[in-house]
C-alpha cells in the first residue's frame, strides 16, 4: 500500500485507524490473525476528548480531578466554582458519580458508548471567564466498588488535562500510581497535594522525587487546603495557581498540543499492535525455511508411501493377469465388448458424421480390429483394481508429513491456517489424483503391452509368421505344378505321399519358428500392469507434491502481502509520532511527561501502598 502524504498528528489517527482496521478484518478473515490478535486493535485506546463535543475544533480544554477516596478532589471543584455542585464528604463516601461543569454555549454530544449516563451531573454556567474549560469531578479510581472504578477508567481518554490529587496520607496509594505510569504519555498532568494542613514539606518533596523518577523533570505540584483551619499551613496554599496555569495553558494553545499528545500515544498504541501481530505473517527468512522443511517430510512420507504399496500393487497386477488370462476370461470380455457396441442405436445409425468422415471411421474400425484379444479393462474394472492403492494408512502418511509442517509453523509463531487449509485441499484431492494416474497409465500400457522395441520386434515375427509360410508354400506349389508337369508329358512320376508330408513339415516350421519367437517376445500382462502402477503411482505421488509446493508458496505470497502492507502502515505511524509536542513553554512543559511510557511500569519502581 502506497504512503499516505500530508498526515499530521492531528489527523493522522482516524485515517491510520481505518487503514490498520480493515488489515485486521481482511488477516482475521483470511485466517492469519486469530481472535486474540484481532483483539490487539481492539485494545488501542480510540477515544478522545473531542468525542465529547458536538463541534470538536472550537472546544474547550477537559481537566479532570483525578485520584483516589478522600483526597478531597470534589472540594477542590467546589472550592473553584465557588458553590457546592459536587457532593462531598458523607453524601458522597465512594463517588458513584460523574460531575461535569461546563458553560452554557457548549453543545454536548451524546456521551460515547460505554459512558453510564446515569452516573453524569452536568453542571451549566455563563460564567465567560470559564468558558475554555470544561471542568470534571471523576470517580474515585481506588473505590471498593468495581462499577465505580470502571466508570472512571472508561473516562479517562476523554481528558485532556488530569489533575492527581493526593492527600499527605496517601500519595503513595498503590491504584492511582499504576495508572500514572500507564497513562502518563497520554495526558498533560498537574498535582495537587491537598489536606495540606495535615502535611509537611517532607512528604510533599518525596512525591515530587517520585514524580521525577516517573519522567517529569520538573513536575507542576502545588500544595492546597480547602478546609478552615486556624493553624497556619507548612507553606502559602496554592489553589489559585490551579487555574491561572489552566490560563497559561489556553494562551500557549495547549488544546491543540495536549490533543497532538493524546493522539500520539494512541498512534504509537497503534504501531504497536501492528507490529506484534506481525510474525503472524512469516518472514522472508521463514518461508524458505518451510519449504524446505515441508519437502523434506513429503519426500518421507512419499518413499515411505511407496514402499507400503508395493504389495497392494503386485496383487492388483497378478488378479489382472489372471482375470486377462485364458478362454473363458477373454471370451467374457469379447461378449461384453460387443454387447456394449450393439446396444448403442445411435453408432449403428450413424456410419459417419461431418466431424468424423468415412475414411477415418473406416480408419477406426481396422484399428479396433487390428486391438489385440486382451482389451483393456473398463473404468468399474480399473476402479476396483486401483481403490485399495489409496487406502487409510496412505492418507494417514500424507497427513502425518503435513502434521510436521504445521507445528513448525507454530512453533515459528507464524499462522499456520492459512497454509493448512490449503494443504488439506491438496491432500483431500490425493487419493483421486493418484489413481486417476494408475488408471491412465495401466491403460495405455495394456493398450500397448511392451517397450518399443519389444512392439517392433513383435511386428517383425507377425511379418515372418505370415511371409515365412506364404514362402514355402509357393515354393512347395511351384515343385508340385513342375513334377506335375513332367509327369503328363512322360518324363516323371507324379509327387507321392512323402512330399505332401514335407511340404507341410516345411510350411509348419516356417510358420513355427517366428510363432515361437513371437510367443517369447510377448510380454507378461503382470509385470506391464506392475509397471504401469508403478510409473501411475509415482506420476500421481510427483503430482501431489508439486500441488503441496505450490500451496506453501501461495500462502507465502499471500503473507508476506499482508506483512508488507502491515510494514507501510508501520512506517506511516513512524514518520507521524516523531513530530514533537510543541511543549516550549515552561507551563506546558511541565505539564508533560518527557520520558514516560509503558515500558517504564518494569524499570520504574512503584510505591508502596501506605
Given amino acids: 500500500m502506497t504512503d499516505t502524504p500530508g498526515l499530521s498528528l492531528t489527523n493522522a489517527f482516524p485515517t491510520l485507524l481505518a487503514r490498520a482496521r480493515d488489515w485486521f478484518e481482511r488477516a482475521h478473515g483470511a485466517d492469519w490473525l486469530d481472535a486474540a490478535d484481532a483483539g490487539r486493535l481492539a485494545a488501542v485506546e480510540q477515544a478522545t476528548p473531542a468525542d465529547l463535543f458536538v463541534d470538536s475544533q472550537a472546544r474547550p480544554l477537559v481537566v479532570a480531578f483525578f485520584g483516589g477516596t478522600g483526597v478531597g478532589k470534589s472540594s477542590l471543584l467546589n472550592r473553584l466554582i465557588g458553590q457546592p455542585i459536587a457532593r462531598t464528604g458523607l453524601e458522597r463516601p465512594t463517588s458513584r458519580e460523574v460531575t461535569l461543569y461546563v458553560h452554557e454555549s457548549i453543545e454536548l454530544a451524546d456521551l460515547p458508548p460505554g459512558l453510564p449516563v446515569g452516573q453524569v451531573r452536568c453542571q451549566r454556567h455563563a460564567s465567560d471567564a470559564r468558558r475554555d474549560v470544561l471542568w470534571i469531578d471523576a470517580p474515585d479510581i481506588d473505590s471498593t466498588y468495581e462499577d465505580n472504578r470502571r466508570c472512571a477508567l472508561r473516562w479517562l481518554p476523554h481528558i485532556d488535562l488530569l489533575v492527581y490529587v493526593v492527600s499527605p496520607e496517601r500519595y503513595r496509594d498503590d491504584v492511582g500510581w499504576r495508572v500514572l505510569l500507564q497513562r502518563g504519555h497520554k495526558h498533560g498532568w498537574m498535582f495537587v497535594m491537598n489536606r495540606w494542613d495535615e502535611g509537611d514539606a517532607t512528604q510533599r518533596d518525596d512525591f515530587a522525587r517520585m514524580l521525577r523518577g ?137 456410419p459417419s458424421t461431418p466431424c468424423q468422415p468415412a475414411e477415418e471411421e473406416h480408419a477406426a474400425t481396422s484399428s479396433q480390429q487390428r486391438q489385440p484379444a486382451q482389451a483393456p479393462p473398463d473404468a468399474d474394472e480399473l476402479s476396483h483394481l486401483t481403490d485399495p492403492l489409496w487406502d487409510e494408512w496412505t492418507q494417514s502418511k500424507l497427513d502425518a508429513a503435513l502434521d510436521v509442517l504445521e507445528v513448525e509453523l507454530r512453533r515459528a509463531q507464524v499462522a499456520a491456517d492459512p497454509l493448512r487449509h490449503r494443504l488439506d485441499a491438496t491432500a483431500q484431492t490425493a487419493g483421486t489424483l493418484v489413481r486417476e494416474q494408475v488408471q491412465d497409465e495401466l491403460r495405455r500400457a495394456l493398450a500397448a503391452p511392451g517397450t518399443t522395441l519389444e512392439r517392433a520386434l513383435r511386428r517383425l515375427t507377425g511379418f515372418l509368421m505370415v511371409f515365412l509360410p506364404a514362402v514355402a508354400l509357393a515354393w512347395a506349389g511351384w515343385v508340385v505344378v513342375r513334377r506335375y508337369y513332367f509327369a503328363t508329358v512322360g518324363g516323371a512320376d507324379f509327387l507321392g505321399v512323402p512330399f505332401a508330408v514335407h511340404s507341410v513339415a516345411l510350411v509348419l516350421a516356417a510358420w513355427g519358428l517366428p510363432f515361437l519367437l513371437d510367443r517369447s517376445l510377448r510380454p507378461s500382462l503382470e509385470r506391464t500392469a506392475l509397471r504401469a502402477m508403478r510409473r501411475g503411482f509415482t506420476a500421481g505421488l510427483d503430482e501431489v507434491g508439486a500441488g503441496l509446493a505450490a500451496a506453501i508458496q501461495e500462502a507465502a505470497r499471500e503473507g508476506q502481502a499482508y506483512r508488507e502492507e502491515a510494514k507501510a502502515i508501520v512506517a506511516d505511524l513512524a514518520r507521524v509520532v516523531i513530530q514533537p509536542i510543541e511543549a516550549r513553554s515552561a507551563t506546558l512543559g511541565r505539564l508533560v511527561a518527557t520520558r514516560l511510557h509503558r515500558q517504564d511500569a518494569q524499570t520504574t519502581p512503584e510505591p508502596a501502598a501506605s
Avoid at 490560563?247 to 504509537?268: N, T, Y
Wanted: charged share 30%; hydrophobic share 40%.
Fill in 214 to 350: 516517573a519522567g517529569f523533570e520538573a513536575p507542576l505540584l502545588l500544595c492546597t487546603c480547602c478546609a478552615r483551619v486556624a493553624e497556619p499551613l507548612p507553606t502559602p496554599d496554592q489553589f489559585d495557581r490551579i487555574e491561572s496555569t489552566i490560563r497559561d495553558v489556553l494562551r500557549e494553545h495547549g488544546v491543540r498540543e495536549l490533543e497532538r499528545l493524546g493522539h500520539r500515544a494512541r498512534l504509537l498504541e497503534l504501531r504497536g499492535a501492528v507490529n506484534a501481530v506481525l510474525p503472524r505473517f512469516g518472514s522472508e527468512r521463514h518461508w524458505p525455511d518451510f519449504a524446505s522443511v515441508g519437502e523434506r517430510h513429503w519426500q518421507r512420507a512419499r518413499t515411505a508411501i511407496l514402499e507400503g504399496v508395493e504389495w497392494p500393487m503386485r496383487t492388483a497386477a497378478g488378479r489382472l493377469a489372471v482375470r486377462e488370462s485364458g478362454f473363458v476370461g477373454q471370451v467374457v470380455r469379447q461378449v461384453k465388448r460387443v454387447a456394449g457396441s450393439g446396444s448403442d442405436p445411435d453408432r449403428r445409425r450413424e
